[in-house]
């Protein structure tokens, strides 16, 4: 896997830090599943986090500012554990060739356990998750098809998992991740060979600016 657009660095530390909207971070685990080099950055964020901690357990053991719990706190959690029925014998997990674990367990299936909507030109979405403080869906955009307009209400994350698309910027192949911003003009175009399926997190509702995609237009060029 040869993954050339990552996720950029205060996305993956807010990830780390588990700050990030859940629609982004659906997008983050994605993709981390897929890249090995944003995986190890995201654990180098985690250790920075963890040796906070231990700054803070320090000052606890030292008498500092210590966070007082109730007395029985810990008979409690010994309790909740003992009545605790362990898995000894997970099922193995389900691999998928376009959906990544988290996308899976999310969905609760691959692409076919996906309850596609038609918006017109051949484009389904599927929206996952679509709140206040942002949304997830997936897309699927026939082979050639430009992605219907839409406008960017804050941060983007759009990530390829089947096919590829292409605009102003550069090509997205699977694993690839654009980062977009209210300043992003573009108009992505799936190339041809095989639909084009896509995992796009916005932190305002996505509004597509028209039902009908831009018309078809017949990728050219790469
Ligand atoms: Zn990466």
Redesign the pocket.
């Known amino acids: 896997m040869t ?1 050339k657009h ?2 950029t660095p205060s996305v993956l530390a807010a990830y780390a830090a588990g700050t990030l909207p859940e629609p982004f971070a659906l997008v983050v685990a994605s ?2 599943s897929l ?1 090995d ?2 995986r190890a950055d995201v654990a180098g964020y985690e250790a920075v986090g963890g040796a906070v901690l231990e700054t803070v357990f320090d000052r606890i053991e030292d008498g500092g500012d210590a966070i007082t719990m109730s007395p029985d706190a810990l008979a409690q959690v010994m309790a909740k554990l003992d009545d605790m029925v362990l898995d000894t014998d997970p099922a193995p997990r389900a691999s998928d060739p376009v959906f990544p674990a988290p996308l899976l367990d999310y969905v609760g299936g691959g692409v076919d356990a996906v309850k596609w909507k038609r918006i017109g030109g051949g484009v389904k979405q599927a929206v996952l998750q679509n709140s206040a403080e942002g949304s997830v869906r997936l897309l699927y955009i026939p082979a050639g098809m430009a992605v219907p307009d839409h406008t960017h209400g804050g941060l983007e994350l759009t990530m390829v998992l089947q096919g590829a698309f292409s605009d102003e910027t550069g090509r997205f192949l699977r ?1 690839d ?1 654009e980062t977009g911003d209210e300043d992003l003009e573009h108009t992505p175009i799936a190339e041809a060979g095989m639909p084009c399926i896509c995992l796009a997190a916005t932190d305002a509702p996505l509004k597509f600016t028209s039902l009908i995609p831009r018309l078809i237009q017949p990728f050219i060029g790469i």
């Open positions: 993954v990552h996720i993709h981390v890249c080099a944003c694993g991740v």
